[in-house]
């Protein structure tokens, strides 16, 4: 898919190196991010490769550089919550408010869709108004609050939670649908 603002495609295993350098400072230097160490790149490899199959993992390319990723799992690893997706987006500081991440979030959201999810939640470590306000631009809805859940950076943070229904409301009774 081409955009204005870069390729959006598939992430592949070897896009672990530009995936880790991206993430790098959101786990180094935030709260943003829940992990306290930053991935290896064998692992970020092993994440890209397990996600892709089951929800998705994209990578945004602009020229020949990834300045982006976003990516689908399981939002629980229990078969009740299997027709659920948390999200996650990750843009390298020097490309944000360029249009990537949006172009980015829109083909992940209609990949999962069309894989069968009826549900996308993102846990948004607070405060962070540019991704509450990021998320509801897709429409997602407040859906609650876990109030000092994370220990990083010396203190405790809240992290909101927003949740999208992927399906419009005459599909919220139905039966899931197979997941591809």
């Not at 959101?26 to 892709?52: F, K, Q």
């Not at 069309?114 to 809805?141: K, L, V």
Request: aromatic share 12%.
């Amino acid at each position: 898919m081409q955009a204005m603002s870069g390729i959006v495609r598939p992430a592949v295993p070897q896009d672990a190196v530009a995936c880790v350098a991206i993430y790098r400072p959101y786990v180094e230097n935030t709260a943003i991010s829940w992990e306290i160490e930053v991935p290896t790149v064998d692992e970020m490899a092993s994440r890209i490769d397990g996600l892709r199959a089951t929800h998705e993992w994209l990578v945004l390319e602009r020229g020949d550089q990834i300045v982006g990723f976003a990516y689908g799992q399981p939002l629980k690893r229990l078969a009740s919550f299997r027709w659920s997706a948390e999200t996650g987006i990750y843009i390298d500081v020097a490309h944000h408010r360029t249009g990537g991440g949006r172009d980015l979030y829109t083909r992940l959201l209609r990949r999962l869709t069309e894989r069968g999810y009826r549900q996308a939640f993102a846990g948004i470590t607070q405060p962070n108004e540019a991704s509450n306000e990021f998320h509801r631009s897709f429409g997602f809805q407040d859906a609650g609050i876990y109030r000092r859940v994370a220990w990083k950076r010396d203190s405790w943070h809240d992290v909101a939670w927003m949740q999208l229904d992927l399906f419009g409301p005459a599909d919220r009774d139905g039966p899931p649908g197979r997941i591809a």
